[in-house]
């Protein structure tokens, strides 16, 4: 039974970091992409980072380069995402989602397995 699990979320003022992380277990991550989504209240669940199986490469959607790292470390099977300078449009329910294939992909659809979200608020 693959199974994903988010943590690390909460309530902070803008301008401060959070560290999400993401345990998974049966599915062997290390061979596949994996990616953070966000869904804001009546909003779309969009791509806000992903990171090749590997590592080696990472990428960020536009609004939070430069402020969210996404790593993983397969040895733990864990996804990480640090988010600094955290603002209030960032609030939003975080899920981390495996990808059945090499590349990384910002569409939701693309992805095959989910967790079942952390929520972070960030006040002004």
């Known amino acids: 039974q693959v199974q994903l699990v988010e943590s690390g979320g909460g309530v902070v003022q803008a301008g401060d970091s959070l560290r999400l992380s993401c345990a998974t277990s049966g599915l062997p991550v290390s061979n596949y992409a994996m990616g953070w989504f966000r869904q804001a209240p009546g909003k779309e669940r969009e791509f806000a980072a992903g990171i090749s199986r590997s590592g080696s490469s990472t990428y960020g959607e536009d609004s939070v380069k430069g402020r969210f790292t996404i790593s993983r470390d397969n040895a733990k099977n864990t996804l990480y995402l640090q988010m600094n300078s955290l603002k209030p449009e960032d609030t939003a329910v975080y899920y981390c989602?495996?990808?059945?294939?090499?590349?990384?992909?910002?569409?939701?659809?693309?992805?095959?397995?989910w967790g079942q979200g952390t929520q972070v608020t960030v006040s002004s």
């Open positions: 989602a495996v990808r059945r294939g090499i590349a990384v992909r910002t569409t939701a659809a693309d992805y095959d397995y």
